[in-house]
């Protein structure tokens, strides 16, 4: 590789958008938020410094996410958050435009793809690459996808979960639901709306999900204390809430996720089913961490499911295989525009 061509890998989240770099590892993971001004249009914060405004902004300021369950909902305001990422990873010495892999969920369309590499570009990238998220989950989390055998690829982020089976480096079946992270803090949210006449923000929802959340219901319950605005007399107050009543308030959710699964299995040769049974399913993405879901997915399909090692970091790290053996990518699983 010449010093002239730079290259970088970057995992697009609907949440969290991580920026990889050979030699270097991950270099940048932030959240996808960007704070506008509404007065002149103008961007004013990128990233960790745009999310700590969310939920806390005055009316001239908007932060808002400009992916959409794993598509550019905002096509400015990718672009600019892309240059952002781009130039705080690359430094502000460097003079020549990389080459750069982006991740895209599996079910999106050409159109949609063709806006993510233009934003790309446009962002300051000498050639830009799209790469379907499970392929690059399944290479992040160390499956050799080029052999002859089935692996399942459950890759979930804060807008998407993709399911996949790879074999021979391609997707012999896919499907993409827009029930993930977001949808999850949603639920948790409207529970509480509807239990304890209390409403809560995004993040205090979040907090819910990572410190006390569970796909099934636990004997040993954790609890936790939260803050809100009560529904009726505006004010502020806090309630305790548990493991098993959060884990009832994900249940439609999480019926959706196994949902897409078995969909999934319905579509895989039966060569294919084989090996997975054999293998497990592989787990990806922030999502997953979710406490016991590998055991709810073992209790409704029957197959095994363990989570990769380090799971929000697998398809950033898939993108920085794919860049050092970019030539052999590029036949097999690249698509360009």
């Known amino acids: 590789m010449s010093i002239f061509t730079k290259k970088l890998g ?15 590892g991950i270099v940048l993971n932030e959240p996808s938020v960007v704070a506008v001004s509404d007065l002149d249009n103008k961007i004013l914060a990128v ?10 902004t005055p009316q001239s300021i908007i932060t808002y996410r400009p992916l959409r369950d794993g598509v550019i909902a905002d096509y400015r305001v990718t672009e600019a958050m892309l240059r952002y990422y781009m130039n705080k990873a690359l430094g502000k010495w460097n003079f020549f435009k990389p080459e750069v892999i982006v991740s895209v969920p599996a079910g999106v369309s050409s159109t949609e793809k063709r806006a993510v590499i233009e934003a790309t570009v446009k962002a300051g990238a000498k050639k830009a690459f799209v790469v379907k998220e499970p392929i690059l989950a399944a290479i992040g989390a160390g499956v050799l996808i080029e052999e002859p055998g089935g692996h399942m690829v459950v890759d979930m982020g804060g807008g998407t979960i993709d399911v996949a089976v790879i074999s021979l480096g391609g997707i012999v079946a896919s499907t993409s639901v827009k029930c993930a992270g977001d949808k999850i803090n949603q639920a948790i ?6 239990a304890s006449n209390l409403s809560i923000g995004d993040k205090t ?3 819910i999900k990572t410190q006390i959340g569970s796909a099934l219901p636990v004997e040993e319950e954790l609890s936790i204390e939260i803050r ?4 009726i007399t505006g004010l502020p107050r806090s309630v305790e809430i548990k493991t098993n009543e959060i884990s009832k308030a994900l249940a439609k959710e999480l019926r959706e996720i196994i949902k897409a699964i078995k969909i999934v299995f319905q579509e895989t040769p039966p060569e294919l089913s084989a090996d997975i049974i054999q293998k497990g399913i592989i787990m990806t993405g922030g999502t997953s961490q979710l406490r016991n879901l590998p055991e709810l997915i073992f209790r409704r399909t029957g197959v095994k499911a363990r989570l ?18 970019l030539d052999v990518y590029k036949k097999s699983v690249i698509s360009k525009r």
Do not use: Q, S, W
């Open 10 to 24: 970057i995992d697009l989240g609907t949440a969290n958008t991580l920026v990889y770099a050979p030699g270097r």
């Open 189 to 194: 949210a409207d529970y509480i709306k509807k």
């Open 47 to 56: 990233g960790l410094e745009a999310k700590n405004m969310v939920g806390k």
């Open 308 to 325: 990769a090692k380090d799971p929000f970091f697998c398809v950033a790290k898939g993108t920085g295989v794919a860049l050092k053996h």
């Open 205 to 207: 929802a979040e907090d």
């Open 228 to 231: 809100g605005r009560d529904f």
